[in-house]
Each structure stands twice: as C-alpha cells, then as structure tokens.
C-alpha cells in the first residue's frame, strides 16, 4: 500500500508555475534589451564565451530539483506489513432526529446540538463495535455505513442540520426499516439501533417496525430530547434574533418531547428508553445495554508498518543542484572545440 505521510507539502509546487512565468518574463525583458544593442550578433561580439542555452539548461535542472525536494518532503511511503486483526463488537447504528423542531433550545445550546455531543461521547465510548449514521426527518437516509472509523463519523457529526433532509417530518418507522436493510440479513444478533429523536410528528408505522426490528434481531434503544414544556421553533434569525414558527393562526408553535411515543418503540424493540441528561447518564446506561448484547467477531486486514522513501526523491534533488552548480554559465574550452561559436546563437 502506497502513501505519503505528509501530502499537504504538495501545495509547495505552486511556486514552480510562479518562477517559470518570471523566467519568461525575464527572458523577455532580455530580448529586448538585447534588439536595443543591435541584436544577437552583437551580444555575441561583446560576450563571447557565454553560451545561452546553458541558462535554460541550469533553469531547468532547478524547478526540477525543488519538484523533487517537495516530493521527498511529502514523504512517500510503502506499507511492507499488513497484520490481520480479529475484533469482537456488536453493529450500532444511531438514527438521528434532523428534523426543524431539534433546533428548539428547551435543551441548550439546542436538542440538535445537544444531540451531536451525546454522540460524541458515546462514540469515544465505545470499543471494538462497528458504528453507523441514519438521519431521518420527512424520510430517513443513510449516511455513514457501519464502519470503525470513529474519527471520520465524529467528523460528520459536525455538519449534521436540517437541511440535509429536504422534507420535514419524524419518520422514525423509515429510520427502523432503513436500519434493518442496512444490517446483514444473514445476521440475526449482535446489532443495535439507538434513536434520538424528540418524537414529535411520529408515523403510524414506527410501532410495527420496531416490532419488525425485533424479531430480526435488532435492539432498539432511544433517547429523548426535549422537555414537557416545550419550547418554539426557530425559523430563522434576523439580526440575531430568532424568528419563530407559527400556526394558521399566527400563534408560535410549541414543540414538546413525546416521550410516550419513544418509550412505546423501546418496548416494541426489546430496549429501553433513556432522557437525555446534562450529565450523560443516558451513555453510560446505553454502554451497559451493549455490554450485554452477544458479540460477533470480523476480521480486518490493516497495514501496521510503513517504510520510508524519501531518500530517493531527496537524492534526485540533490543530484540535479550539484549539476547546476556544475554548470557553468560560461562556455568551457570543452563545449568550444564541441560547438564552435555557433553555440551563443542557441535560445
């Protein structure tokens, strides 16, 4: 497997653009200093051991050495050992309520964003298990397969918003069915699906699906966010204040945490239901709950060493200034007996 370590070193090579245009515009200046003298001819009878092409030549030979120097900066690798590892963990998905009524901020800084820590910590909490992310609000997508690649899925964590889903809504019964069409079919344990949401605008179908989920296999957990008082829904904000959403009759609507609604699809899917807390009470409950369910081994292969090559490029590069170094700018006797006079005519 080939890498490099430090790839953003590659935007070092812009500036090889950038002196071969002064290049040219010196050359340019040049001539034309030269077509006020008299021409070629005369440059010839004022310089006459000073051969032009050797200037191009060493120009060359010194974008070509920064190319390799910034190569060798970027640290080519290989990976020379790949070590087979062997992980026990359980499938985890975690349906995530994006619909408009998460940005109410009865749970501060908003249940959104509250949400978006609470997954965060569980994800640092977690060990060996394979996780993946469904958003869900008018309908409900998948957006991060299962994968151990914690620190890419907290990555993503970050630009979840309402505008990822462009139909509004709480469609928890199509977060369930999306969840069982993406575990495997095959497996009938070790999986999970944990759902926050504040339940409000809830489908028909989200009872039946967590029965569904159930006898698949899949334990279904879920958190609510929110509080029974409620709060309104921004709809957006005008010179820093927030612009809320209103009813037929122009009355701010409230929304409140179903939380009847979210224990009803932990009980159908033989999981609990949790209150999300200040204190992450509902994390450690939810580590438990996993602790409990059967785990499954899978095997990936991962490549553990990598070797080191950026003595090539950066030998090339040293290679090609002494070259230039070497070069002199003036004809030696070597080159004069080789092209003659005819040389200083070269461009």
């Known amino acids: 497997m080939f890498r490099y370590e430090n790839p953003q070193f590659f935007w070092y090579l812009l500036v090889i653009p950038v002196f071969i245009l002064l290049f040219i515009i010196g050359v340019w200046w040049r001539n034309r200093n030269i077509k006020k003298l008299g021409g070629k001819e005369t440059l010839a009878k004022l310089t006459p051991g000073l051969p032009i092409f050797k200037r191009y030549v060493k120009f060359g030979l010194l974008m070509l050495s920064v190319f390799f120097l910034v190569v060798a900066l970027a640290n080519p690798q290989f990976g020379?050992?790949?070590?087979?590892?062997?992980?026990?963990?359980?499938d985890v998905f975690i349906a995530i309520d994006v619909?408009?009524?998460?940005?109410?901020?009865?749970?501060?800084?908003?249940?959104?964003?509250?949400?978006?820590?609470?997954?965060?910590?569980?994800?640092?909490?977690?060990?060996?298990?394979?996780?993946?992310?469904?958003?869900?609000?008018?309908?409900?997508?998948?957006?991060?397969?299962?994968?151990?690649?914690?620190?890419?899925?907290?990555?993503?964590?970050?630009?979840?918003?309402?505008?990822?889903?462009?139909?509004?809504?709480?469609?928890?019964?199509?977060a369930i069915e999306l969840a069982m069409e993406s575990h495997d079919?095959?497996?009938?344990?070790?999986?999970?699906?944990?759902?926050?949401?504040?339940?409000?605008?809830?489908?028909?179908?989200?009872?039946?699906?967590?029965?569904?989920?159930?006898?698949?296999?899949?334990?279904?957990?879920?958190?609510?966010?929110?509080?029974?008082?409620?709060a309104p829904i921004p709809a957006s904000k005008v010179s820093g204040s927030s612009i809320y959403k209103r009813d037929a009759q122009g009355k701010v609507i409230m929304s409140r945490l179903n939380e009847g609604m979210l224990k009803k699809i932990a009980d159908k899917g033989g999981g609990n239901y949790y209150r999300m807390s200040k204190n992450n009470s509902e994390v450690r409950a939810l580590i438990g709950q996993l602790a409990q369910i059967e785990k499954q081994e899978f095997e990936e292969r991962i490549y553990t060493d990598y070797e080191d090559w950026f003595q090539i490029p950066l030998g090339i590069a040293l290679l090609l200034l002494l070259i230039e170094f070497l070069l002199y700018e003036r004809r030696s006797k070597f080159f004069g007996k080789l092209f003659g006079s005819s040389a200083i005519s070269k461009v």
């Open 80 to 90: 020379t050992k790949t070590e087979k590892v062997k992980r026990r963990g359980v």
């Open 99 to 174: 619909s408009k009524s998460m940005l109410a901020e009865d749970i501060k800084p908003s249940r959104l964003e509250k949400t978006k820590q609470t997954v965060s910590t569980l994800i640092d909490r977690l060990e060996n298990d394979r996780i993946g992310i469904i958003v869900f609000a008018g309908n409900a997508y998948l957006q991060v397969p299962l994968t151990i690649d914690y620190g890419a899925t907290k990555l993503f964590m970050n630009s979840l918003n309402p505008d990822v889903i462009p139909t509004q809504g709480t469609a928890i019964g199509a």
């Open 185 to 230: 079919e095959k497996n009938k344990k070790h999986q999970a699906l944990i759902i926050i949401s504040d339940g409000e605008d809830h489908d028909s179908e989200a009872e039946d699906m967590a029965k569904k989920a159930k006898d698949n296999g899949i334990a279904i957990f879920t958190i609510g966010v929110g509080s029974d008082q409620g």
